[in-house]
């Protein structure tokens, strides 16, 4: 595969970065091709991700929460799905950048997963977040403030890389579960993400309601 198709070299920029500073530096430099990049590869998560929600949220339900919204690619679909009020969260300011062009979203936050959140309480109806549980990025310590800010009763949609799945994000997830913290109400199959990029580790996306 040719370097004009694949999301190789920002991909490896991305992976190889070892604290939160530098990851979203990478994104930064990514934030104006990665539509296109991520286009040419199949990427998937936001497609699956967006029919998880519809099928678990009801429609008019909001606000919702886009975490790790990059530069909007869940959120072109929201409002089509019958989901008006959005909020994009994001460790870049050049992905943020690009989903502000596009009007999406309500508010824009530059903030990190697995960080305490700059969210009250109970604000959200429902979460999506795809594409960033992930190698390198974040793992089962992001679970937390995502349950902190979602409402009783709501849903928060993740895609889960397996390697993170594997290395205790299953087990967070079974120990919530024994605290009737949470319900996991769906799951994909493992899954690969991106298609057309070579090496491409499995994922699979779940559904989670808040107790």
Excluded: C
């Excluded at 799951?187 to 990029?197: K, N, R």
């Amino acid at each position: 595969m040719t370097a004009s198709t694949s999301a190789t070299d920002p991909l490896k920029a991305v992976y190889a970065a070892t604290a939160s500073q530098a990851v979203a530096a990478a994104y930064d430099e990514w934030a104006e091709r990665y539509d296109a990049d991520m286009a040419k590869v199949g990427y998937r998560h936001p497609a699956i991700a967006t029919a998880l929600l519809a099928r678990h949220v009801p429609k008019g339900a909001g606000p919702l929460l886009d975490a790790g919204a990059g530069t909007g690619l869940i959120g072109e679909w929201l409002e089509i799905l019958g989901y008006p009020v959005a909020d994009a969260l994001d460790l870049s300011a050049g992905m943020l950048a690009v989903a502000k062009r596009k009007g999406l979203y309500r508010d824009l936050v530059q903030a990190a997963l697995g960080t305490p959140l700059p969210f009250e309480t109970d604000r959200y109806a429902a979460v999506i977040s795809a594409g960033v549980f992930t190698s390198g990025h974040v793992g089962a310590e992001g679970l937390d403030e995502l349950l902190r800010i979602t409402r009783p009763g709501g849903v928060i949609v993740l895609t889960v890389k397996m390697a993170v799945w594997d290395a205790g994000f299953a087990n967070r997830l079974t120990e919530l579960e024994a605290t009737q913290s949470i319900a996991l109400i769906d799951a994909t199959d493992p899954y690969v993400s991106m298609p057309g990029e070579p090496n491409t580790s499995p994922s699979r996306a779940i559904v989670i309601r808040v107790v």
